[in-house]
């Protein structure tokens, strides 16, 4: 596997594969590697005759008083994973090289409406960061196609939104949340847990099944369950931050919709853990 750090290293090492007629996966990261994204490089590696990965902690995506410092950057052993897991190619760019005029680059990447609620209303410009780099990332790899994991429901939904708004060249891909035996979903935060939070961790997803269960059982009393799961996840030690039951658009569900998602954020201690469950309410279930 090759690992470039700069965008014209970067293009120069995609250009051989793309005239070799290569079809090319990218899966951007920013680092900290678990399994939940060797599956998506798995999934880039079926999908594609090049893979591509991107390991950057993005700046423009964390709050002032949000966790950028201490994320952690594991980068030797991040790379290692990568080989094991068939990716073709690392970019590991700096942040000057992603972002030469620092805090005042001029251009960023609005998505209005849906970056308004849950993950966007707690953490303000969040998604207007995420979007800005994952704009530049796609411009920089050009792949025929990018994967994210559904875990990040909402980012997903954003990224198709921009993609398709903006008609980026790429079609994108969701993955299916990678989870622990015990059903708490993998993410690099997850490392930031004391042994005994990890433990009530999965509090969240056991929260998320039950919910699925209450409407699939016909209540859909969204406002009552919200407020139950709210007050089961605080009993637990969390700080909910929110608990929303939407259509899988993430627009307001109403009592006859299908196509359901439940979404939970909740802070452990220090650390904010999200998830989600999406699904869908058949006629025999109604
Ligand atoms: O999901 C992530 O790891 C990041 O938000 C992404 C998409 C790599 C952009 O920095």
Redesign the pocket.
């Known amino acids: 596997m090759k690992i470039e750090s700069t965008i014209q290293g970067l293009r120069a090492a995609l250009r051989q594969a793309r005239q070799a007629g290569k079809s090319v996966a990218f899966v951007?990261?920013?680092g900290n590697l678990h399994q939940g994204h060797m599956d998506l490089v798995q999934a880039a590696r079926r999908r594609a005759d090049f893979v591509v990965a991107?390991i950057?902690?993005?700046p423009t995506?964390f709050g002032v008083n949000e966790d950028f410092d201490r994320y952690p950057r594991t980068l030797e052993a991040d790379a290692n994973q990568l080989v094991n897991a068939g990716c073709d190619l690392l970019f590991a760019p700096s942040a000057s090289e992603m972002y030469p005029d620092g805090r005042s680059q001029a251009t960023t990447v609005a998505v209005a409406g849906i970056t308004d609620i849950l993950c966007g209303a707690s953490r303000p410009g969040h998604f207007t960061?995420?979007a800005t780099?994952?704009s530049k990332?796609l411009n920089i790899v050009q792949p025929d196609m990018a994967l994210?994991?559904e875990k990040?429901y909402q980012?997903l939904a954003v990224?198709r939104r921009l993609v398709q708004e903006l008609c980026f060249p790429v079609s994108i891909i969701g993955v299916p949340t990678t989870r622990a035996e015990d059903g708490l979903a993998l993410s690099?935060r997850n490392g930031f847990l004391t042994p005994e939070q990890r433990q009530q961790a999965p509090v969240i997803y056991q929260a998320l099944r039950n919910l699925q269960q209450a409407i699939l059982g016909g209540n859909r009393d969204y406002a009552m369950l919200v407020t139950a799961a709210q007050a089961h996840l605080a009993k637990c030690g969390f700080e909910p931050d929110y608990v929303s039951i939407l259509s899988q658009d993430l627009s307001p569900a109403g009592p006859d919709s299908h196509d359901l998602v439940i979404l939970i954020a909740a802070r452990l201690g220090t650390t904010r853990l999200i998830d989600n469950l999406a699904f869908s309410v058949t006629d025999a279930s109604r």
């Open positions: 951007p990261t920013m991107s950057f902690v993005n995506q960061g995420v780099v994952v990332l994210f994991g990040d980012q990224i690099s």
